[in-house]
């Protein structure tokens, strides 16, 4: 498993609402790890190179990792408030 699965796998065993971690929501969450890490220690966590959209940061690796790993994470579809389709990653 590599570091980003390892980071995945924290969240998702450590987030206090994992009915609501979806790949967007868990890729912001490694995103602040890799910021909060870069600031404090001078790197990131991954090495994951970020990009910036209109919605803030946005990299497709979180959901790529979690479909790697079959064995270790699930992705679900389920349908969020306004009846839009999401993906829900689960360790």
């Keep these: 498993m590599n570091i980003l699965a390892q980071v995945m796998a924290y969240y998702c065993l450590t987030y206090p ?3 609501e971690l979806s790949d967007a929501r868990l890729t912001k969450m490694v995103y602040l790890s890799d910021w909060f890490s870069s600031l404090s ?3 990131q966590i991954t090495d ?3 990009y910036f959209n209109h919605y803030g940061p946005y990299v497709e690796d979180v959901l790529t990792t ?3 790993y079959p064995d270790l994470f699930k992705v679900s579809l389920e349908q969020n408030y306004y009846g839009n389709t999401k993906k829900i990653i689960q360790y």
């Design 17 to 19: 609402h994992p009915q």
């Design 41 to 43: 220690l001078g790197n």
């Design 48 to 50: 994951i190179s970020w």
């Design 66 to 68: 979690a479909q790697r």
